[in-house]
């Protein structure tokens, strides 16, 4: 079962306005982490912010906060102030206790912003 | 502070050859990490490392994959024999620790091509 589902495939974002992306989540466990990844064409994975589920206030980070609801599973990512660096392919992702251990980092399929002029 | 540093870059190879993609995670980091990225499948973790011991790889497709992590500052992930399937970029990412909230730092990554 997928566990993390970004429904956006890709989606068009004018310069200076704000973007959401859509980020929601499978779990039975209390405890997990969520994170999102920003991914620009040259490649690279960059770490944009963390939430983790005992957290009660939102996360946020410069320029981008997440939208965290917990009773909805939702985990949304919102950029304020959208600039052409922003053109990247961004990924939602969590991560869930396993046998005592938090390796495993599990990636939902990825929203490619476009920001224009 | 040098981030995740992986090699080669870029590797072209033909079927059937051994290929060897290497890491050096930050240093201090206990965790280091092989995904790879498909557009079939997205990003898979393939194996996690802590403390150079293996714990999870589950994600390793087949035994034609193997990982190493001889020492805190170097790993390797090798595939013999190749095949044009494995064309993907492989990405390396180390955290300092395994706890919910540490953050994965991913290397730039390895793209591979089978001929």
């Known amino acids: 079962a997928q566990k993390i589902t970004q429904t956006q495939p890709g989606m068009f974002v004018q310069e200076k306005e704000a973007v959401t992306l859509d980020c929601t989540y499978d779990t039975s466990d209390q405890s997990y982490g969520l994170f999102w990844y920003k991914q620009p064409s040259s490649g690279e994975m960059i770490f944009l912010i963390y939430q983790g589920s005992y957290d009660e206030q939102n996360a946020t980070e410069g320029r981008y906060s997440l939208n965290f609801q917990k009773a909805r599973k939702s985990a949304n990512l919102v950029i304020s102030a959208s600039q052409l660096g922003d053109s990247a392919m961004y990924f939602c992702a969590m991560r869930e206790p396993r046998d005592d251990s938090w390796g495993k980092l599990q990636f939902g399929a990825g929203t490619q912003v476009v920001v224009t002029p | 502070d040098a981030g995740v540093i992986q090699s080669p870059r870029h590797e072209v190879t033909e079927m059937g050859q051994e290929v060897t993609l290497r890491c050096k995670p930050i240093?201090?980091?206990?965790?280091l990490f092989w995904y790879r990225q498909t557009m079939m499948r997205g990003l898979e973790l393939l194996i996690y490392f802590n403390n150079n011991v293996p714990i999870d790889d589950s994600g390793m497709p087949e035994d034609r994959f193997s990982a190493k992590m001889p020492n805190a500052s170097f790993s390797t992930l090798k595939i013999q024999p190749s095949e044009p399937r494995d064309s993907a970029v492989y990405f390396c990412?180390?955290?300092?620790?395994?706890?919910?909230?540490?953050?994965?730092?991913f290397g730039p990554g390895t793209r591979l091509l089978v001929l």
């Open positions: 240093s201090g980091h206990d965790y």
């Open positions: 990412a180390s955290s300092l620790g395994g706890a919910a909230e540490e953050t994965q730092y």
